[in-house]
RNA sequence: GCCCCCGUAGCUCAAUGGAUCAGAGCACGCGCCUUCUAAGCGCGACAUCCAGGUUCGAUUCCUGGCGGGGGCACCA
């Protein structure tokens, strides 16, 4: 808390020193954490930006506005510092104070933070019910699920939807795939269609069919199969810890009569046109699009491609109100990208409205050996069974530390081990071992359990180890408004990471129950509550679990 | 051929254009368990693919290479 309401104090201040010496100050005020051999807690790399065009020597500039700043109330010392910052030193009865926020009222901040209170909806995994939910789909879980989680703690109002294409013609020949698997197990000469779903999960399905099954046809068996896979797609979700508020089927935009009411809205706005006999949005040339060409919308045939009803769908989610509309794709789904936008922008939306969150593809080894995934195959590895293996804890942790734009390593044998080389336990173990210190602290008599936590007192905890998660504490709001700026909470999993290492110092240095002094003591319990409470708020905006014993 | 992503320590990854110290974890070397969990801590080694450019300042931005991954349907 204390940093983010600590940046609109320094940047009002500063915006008033820029104004009074008539200095360029840049748009974006943005703090720095400073660097491990400069002893502040904030540093503003300002003066170095508005020195050039002010013309003026970026050291002056840094001495003046340090000297402005440090009648900041919160602020303890500000000083310049070659080539050109200003460091901060933060009072402690400050940081103290924001210890006491986290951990008395930890859904407190948020609500006044900086930002819209825009409608979101993001959407993410949607796959095909036409096979299990593979491992690239936990990636785009973990995204999406902590994205929502992190945005309505950050005062948002943001929704979760998973779009299922039950429609069209792919029914059909999961039908006939199916079909073909359960006339086999019956000793029937049967194929499954060369295009169609080879995996062998259709097999295990088909002998899961009742009796009447035998006389079905290719829809009605593409219906039972696809309804058995979307209801495994809900429990792996469930079981990931996923929550959507809304499956969207493909199928209740067709009977709602959306799909040809978005052709005719688009014909309207005079962005479609015929030709070879098909229809088309003039994807090309439509306002800032980076589309490399137009896009049949109905085929000569005259059925509608998929891109129309995925129009449609988009064209729903702003009709419901949604002002921010945000889509996690998997790598091999970014070329659809340019031509979402392109029809963004054909609906007559603000393309900036509109963001699409790529993430790269998860390379997947067992020890030494790659292994290819591929659904037509049906050699994928299912969520479900890396869940089954590491955990969701560890597989949700280690999605979420990776950046979307890298490509991620994920070695099966390495993450079974379950030893410290998963990153989740280093920060899991912190939370245990702060559960254990309270269990001696109630055990000495020198807390009541679930009693109000006071502030600490400001003339203890001065400590380096101390000093350091108290500084770390107080950034967090801050890594939260980073993941939503970055869309991706990995700068959290992260942070959780760079916290954990903070404490195990502490904690080998700093006694808590057994301080010599009874104060000194009490204080640490309460910079431990609000670690611990740092730790469960962002691994569950993580959605993995923080145990009291490991 | 065109488009997208990546290239940082032995390995897996961080770092809104900022600091003579580019951070973590694992692995490696040396220490540390009569005291709140050694799944830990301290210390030590080890890195920005190459070449230009922009800038006071580049891992970050631009151009061109090199290397790896993915995508380019009137399929879904």
Known sequence: MIVAALRKKLAYEARKWAEAGSVPLPENLALNAPPAHVKADISLPWPLAAAKAAKKNPVELAKSLAEHLSKVPEVESAQAAPPGFVNIVVKQTALCANLKAITLAPKSYGADEDGPKTKVLVEFVSANPTGPLHMASGRGATLGDSLVRIMRRLGRQASAEYYVNDAGARVVLLGESIKARYLQAKGQEAAVPEKGYQGEYLADLAALAPPEAAGWDAEKWGRYAMDALLSSHRDDMKVFGVHFDRWYLESELFASGAVPKTLEYLKGRGMVFEKDGAVWLGTLNAEGSTDDKDRVLVKRDGKPTYFLPDIAYHKDKYDRGFER?????????????????????????????????????????????????????????????????????????????????????????????????????????????????????????????????????????????????LNKLAWLPDVLLDCERLLSPHPLANYLMELAGLFHPFYEKCPVVAASDPEQGKARLLLIAGVRDAIREGLDLLGVSAPEQM
């Open 325 to 469: 509309v945000i889509d996690v794709f998997g790598a091999d789904h970014h070329g659809y990208v340019p031509r979402m936008k392109a029809a963004i922008a054909a609906l007559g939306k603000p393309p900036e409205s509109y963001h699409a969150i790529v993430h790269q593809l998860i390379h997947l080894y067992r020890g030494q050996e790659a292994v290819k995934m591929s659904k037509r195959a049906g050699t994928f590895i299912p969520l479900r069974e890396l869940i089954d293996e590491v955990g969701k804890d560890a597989c949700r942790f280690f999605f979420a530390l990776r950046t979307p734009d890298s490509h991620l390593n994920f070695d099966l044998e390495l993450a079974k081990r379950q030893s410290s080389e998963n990153p989740v336990f280093y920060v899991q173990y912190v939370h245990a071992r702060i559960g254990s210190i309270f269990r001696k602290a109630a055990e000495a008599g020198l807390c009541a359990p679930g009693g109000e936590m006071p502030m600490p007192n400001a003339r203890y905890l001065r400590d380096p180890e101390e000093r350091a998660l």
